[in-house]
T-cell receptor, first 114, second 118 residues
């Protein structure tokens, strides 16, 4: 069965330092994986997606993620955090043998200190 | 460009009351869905629709009804509200849906409806 686990419920970084949000997945099929971002009191927005093309995926606002099949991971990174990056981030896997339903991780709240 | 619009943004109900959360999209999207968001649990799918007249259950459908009479609208009805239904509800849509799933995996979300059941 497909599942997704975000390893940290909360990450705090200083502005200008790197960001690493960790995500592991479990899938019986070749997975499609996504990262969504949710700013306070807003809906979710797609940040980037992996759908079996390049393993290093670039998204909006300088974020990128690398698909590592051997480690079943899809960690989200950014070289230098900005105050506007403070938000909640969700790792998501698509269950294509169940009509493409999306399974959301529990979320990681990113705080950015000045 | 309005995108996905949800109303109301906030609502307080008493146990046993019924209400409808409204969702409308102006992007001519085939796929629409309702999620609930609870702390530490991510988002869970309640119901979804792949086109007008077609609906199906998601992961947590009990206590909720939906209908899809038009492409634009997908209301969520709480039949008899319970405190366990206190949550933030999100409507989301996508431009197409096939046997391989939501097109590109991209959902467009509304800003949410915060419901409290006393």
């Amino acid at each position: 069965a497909q599942s997704v686990t975000q390893l940290d419920s909360h990450v705090s970084v200083s502005e200008g330092t790197p960001v690493l949000l960790r995500c592991n997945y479990s899938s019986s099929y070749s997975p499609s994986l996504f990262w969504y971002v949710q700013h306070p009191n807003k809906g979710l927005q797609l940040l980037l997606k992996y759908t079996s093309a390049a393993t290093l995926v670039k998204g909006i606002n300088g974020f990128e993620a690398e698909f590592k099949k051997s480690e079943t991971s899809f960690h989200l990174t950014k070289p230098s955090a900005h105050m506007s990056d403070a938000a909640e981030y969700f790792c998501v896997v698509a269950i294509y043998n169940q009509g493409g339903k999306l399974i959301f991780g529990q979320g990681t709240e990113l705080s950015v200190k000045p | 460009n309005a995108g996905v619009t949800q109303t109301p943004k906030f609502q307080v109900l008493k146990t046993g009351q019924s209400m409808t959360l409204q969702c409308a999209q102006d992007m001519n999207h085939e796929y629409m869905s309702w999620y609930r968001q609870d702390p530490g649990m991510g988002l869970r799918l309640i119901h979804y629709s792949v086109g007008a007249g077609i609906t199906d259950q998601g992961e947590v459908p009990n206590g909720y009804n939906v209908s899809r009479s038009t492409t634009e609208d997908f209301p969520l009805r709480l039949l008899s509200a319970a405190p366990s239904q206190t949550s933030v509800y999100f409507c989301a849509s996508s431009y197409s849906y096939s046997t391989s799933g939501i097109a590109g995996g991209e959902l467009f979300f509304g800003e949410g409806s915060r419901l409290t059941v006393l």
